[in-house]
């Protein structure tokens, strides 16, 4: 029987969100640079040494964060006014799917770890589902402060959830880990 082993790598990005409906500070258009940690579980090592190189966890999994959350907004998709003068200047945007498409949802760091988990496994399920290694998201923690973060699992997100981020934003992150590939680092096989 195999034993399970995990590999985790920080990065970080810069978004501005607000709180709809909290009575208190958040309620402001306001940002925060999230800190935060992708943990992967596998089962089997490459050849080479590992089942993934932390540098594709870089060019894939973190990059998706940076491309898509990086320096815009993440917002309620009932925050009308904010979304749309967040396009007409051609910013960055994000707007949470947990509750369906269009559906009210707060940016909450609870749920934007929910979010970035539900697209780690879409990334990681697409890119390397058959290998041998057993890879797969096992959990995603953000820190929205120093002193103040969330983590999340898949025991963590309901499978409602689940389906309506996979109907809103998995055609499009299928096709980003299609863009991206996977790409081989043991020399020996290319």
Known sequence: MNKIQYISRKGNFDS??????????????????YLYELTFSFENMEEIGYALD???????FCQWIDDLLDHGMILNPKDE????TTKEYGTKLWEMSLNGEGEYCNPSVENIAKEVF????????????????????????I???????????????????QDNFMQANG??????????????????KI
């Open 16 to 33: 501005g969100h607000r709180v709809m409906n909290e009575f208190m500070k958040c309620y402001n258009i306001h940002g925060h640079t």
């Open 54 to 60: 932390f540098k594709e966890i870089k060019r894939v």
């Open 81 to 84: 006014l904010l979304i749309k």
């Open 118 to 141: 539900l697209a780690m496994r879409i990334l990681s399920y697409t890119l390397y589902g058959t290998a041998t290694t057993g890879l797969k998201i096992h959990g995603v923690k």
């Open 143 to 161: 820190y929205e402060t120093p002193n103040c973060w969330t983590e999340c699992f898949e025991s963590s997100i309901k499978i409602t959830e």
């Open 171 to 188: 055609e499009s992150i299928i096709a980003y880990a299609k863009e991206k590939g996977v790409l081989e680092y043991d020399d020996r």
